[in-house]
């Protein structure tokens, strides 16, 4: 039985390598060019908040991607040099430094994000009603067992306090 499972699992695997494959041959060379702006994931990341707040301080970067705010100093740092994100001062502190989108990175992301809406519209336009509710059942249990795994990992990351006399 247990043998099954394991060609069962390698046979989705083999089939989504495949699809992949497939589906990266079908997108636009200029979707492709575009794809996540040659970002890393804390890049994407930060577009993203960026895309929800607008603006947003150092220390809510730093909290949001989890990192040290030296480290997400130095990310913001490599967005401005490519002229993605702008560093302005606060007008109500200016000790508060703000990161927002530059002309150039909110009309980067906002192709991107126009791109995946025009294959999102079209892909969910081809499906039933009953194939939408099982892709979010489908969505639903893969962050039940993400929820599940980052669970895990959660004691094994918490910072230990010593008492010091």
């Known amino acids: 039985m247990e043998r099954d ?7 989705i695997l ?25 970002c890393s994931k804390n890049e994407v990341l930060i577009f993203w908040m960026l895309f929800k707040d607008k603006e947003v301080n150092m220390s809510e970067i730093a909290e949001y991607i989890h990192v040290p705010l030296n480290t997400a100093t130095g990310i913001v740092g490599r967005m401005e040099k490519k002229g993605l994100v702008e560093r302005t001062r606060s007008r109500e502190d200016k000790r508060i430094v703000l990161i927002t989108f530059s002309e150039k ?11 995946l809406m025009n294959y999102g519209v079209k892909v969910l336009g081809e499906l039933t009603p009953a194939e939408l509710k099982l892709i ?13 795994e980052k669970a895990k990992e959660e ?9 010091i006399e």
Not at 105 to 115: K, N
């Open 155 to 163: 004691p094994a990351r918490r910072i230990r306090k010593i008492t």
């Open 5 to 11: 499972k394991e060609e069962l699992t390698g046979e």
């Open 136 to 148: 979010e059942g489908l969505m639903t249990k893969v962050k039940t067992v993400l929820k599940e």
């Open 105 to 115: 990175g909110r009309a980067q992301f906002q192709r991107l994000v126009d791109q």
């Open 14 to 38: 083999l089939n989504f390598t495949n699809y992949v494959e497939e589906v990266k041959e079908l997108l636009t060379m200029d979707l492709w060019e575009n794809v996540f702006l040659n």
